[in-house]
């Protein structure tokens, strides 16, 4: 079992920077994939970002060339660096872990990052 705490969220203005940071208890560094994904208010949830226990990263379109993830299999911590942040990037992030044996998935409780205009 996979228990993930994020943090690091809050009110940022436009232009501006946020980085998230996902603690997760156990040992995942070779066994998980980790991401982030965000859902806005009456939207699906989408991926955002994700990274490979051998540090291979994929992003989506909307988030390529701002954001980056990043993880330290010491610490057991996933982070994504969030930069040129837009209002549009305003949702909950929430961090996954997901087993690369079972492909079961695990989920943080989310954290809230508003962006204003």
């Known amino acids: 079992q996979v228990q993930l705490v994020e943090s690091g969220g809050g009110l940022v203005q436009a232009g501006g920077s946020v980085r998230l940071s996902c603690a997760a208890s156990g040992t995942i560094s070779s066994t998980h994939r980790m991401g982030w994904y965000r859902q806005a208010p009456g939207k699906q949830r989408e991926l955002v970002a994700t990274?490979?226990?051998?540090?291979?990263?994929n992003y989506a379109d909307s988030v390529k060339g701002r954001f980056t993830i990043s993880r330290d299999n010491a610490k057991n911590t996933v982070y994504l660096q969030m930069n040129s942040l837009k209002p549009e990037d305003t949702s909950i992030y929430y961090c996954?872990?997901?087993?690369?044996?079972?492909?079961?998935?695990?989920w943080g409780q989310g954290t809230q990052v508003t962006v204003s205009s």
């Open positions: 996954n872990a997901q087993s690369i044996y079972t492909l079961a998935n695990y």
């Open positions: 990274i490979t226990s051998g540090g291979s990263t």
